[in-house]
């Protein structure tokens, strides 16, 4: 190990911190087998984001149906998938009470399943774990609404309202969640540290969170395989696999003895 081990650095930074803020993104979940959004073969490469926007989603028997179909393709990789090293090591981070709050951009669950708390963790763009009326918020059971879809029913509609039911996802175009995305900056201006893990940090206002704690004094580490916009503001860059980076920060760090 090198002094200027960009690991080790970030290990000596997550040593001394005390209200630690995490913003992940799908970057962390591809080492479990789910693909993220804008790297070679992602989810961007194979649809129009354009084209699957809420409002089209509202309009749009057509669009609602396509929604579902790609929506029915990744819930079983979501479902079926297993948290890893990079998710043990926020749990670690959280164990050793230095946990702020994670901030998720992800809706596969994961983190929570690794150990994560539901308390100090905030799932930004929703989750495809749930299903939900668009109509009247009723929320539903994913897997029972996945089943019904298997079973022939193309776009459920919501059993109270007969409405329009969408997994519990932000999509573009869909209004954030107020009181999670209040509560994400609200955190990242009183963090001591911020990390981001696993983000290409091109989408607003999830990408805000690392540059208001900037803004409010904090040394940001980037743990991420590609550079992002926000690299020159990293005290710390580490352009590495999640699991295995995450892993030797907090194991250099000492936290967990
Ligand atoms: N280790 C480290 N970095 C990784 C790994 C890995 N194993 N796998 C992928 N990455 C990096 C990629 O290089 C990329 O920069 O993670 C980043 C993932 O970026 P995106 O695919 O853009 O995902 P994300 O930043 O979460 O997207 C934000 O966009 O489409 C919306 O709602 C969607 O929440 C998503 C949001
Ligand atoms: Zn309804």
């Not at 916009?229 to 250099?252: C, F, K, N, Y």
Request: aromatic fraction near 4%; proline fraction near 5%.
């Amino acid at each position: 190990m090198s002094a200027d081990d960009p690991c080790q650095l970030a290990a000596g930074l997550l040593a001394s911190a005390e209200r630690v803020v995490i913003l992940t993104g799908a970057g962390i979940s591809t080492e479990s087998g789910i693909p993220d959004f804008r790297s070679p073969g992602g989810l961007w490469d194979r649809y129009d984001p354009s084209q699957l926007t809420y409002d089209r989603f509202c309009a749009s028997a057509d669009t609602r149906k396509t929604y579902w179909d790609i929506a029915t393709q990744s819930y079983p990789v979501m479902r079926d998938a297993e948290p890893n090293a990079a998710h043990q090591a926020v749990v670690e981070i959280e164990r050793a009470a230095k946990l702020l709050c994670l901030v998720t951009q992800n809706v596969d669950g994961l983190h929570q399943r690794a150990g994560s708390s539901d308390e100090r963790t905030i799932e930004i763009h929703g989750s495809a774990m749930r299903a939900k009326c668009i109509d009247c918020g009723m929320e539903h059971d994913r897997a029972t609404i996945h089943d019904r879809i298997l079973g022939g029913d193309a776009t459920p509609a919501c059993d109270g309202c007969a409405g329009r039911l969408k997994p519990a996802t932000i999509s573009f175009g869909q209004a954030m969640p107020e009181k999670e995305t209040a509560a994400a900056f609200s955190a990242a201006a009183q963090c001591d540290l911020m990390i981001v893990i696993g983000s290409s940090l091109v989408v607003y206002p999830a990408a805000g969170v690392p540059e208001m704690a900037v803004r409010s004094g904090a040394p940001l580490v980037i743990v991420n395989r590609e550079p992002t916009q926000l690299d020159p503001q990293a005290t710390v860059l580490v352009h590495g696999a999640a699991g295995e980076s995450m892993s030797r920060i907090v194991t250099e760090s000492g936290i967990h003895r």
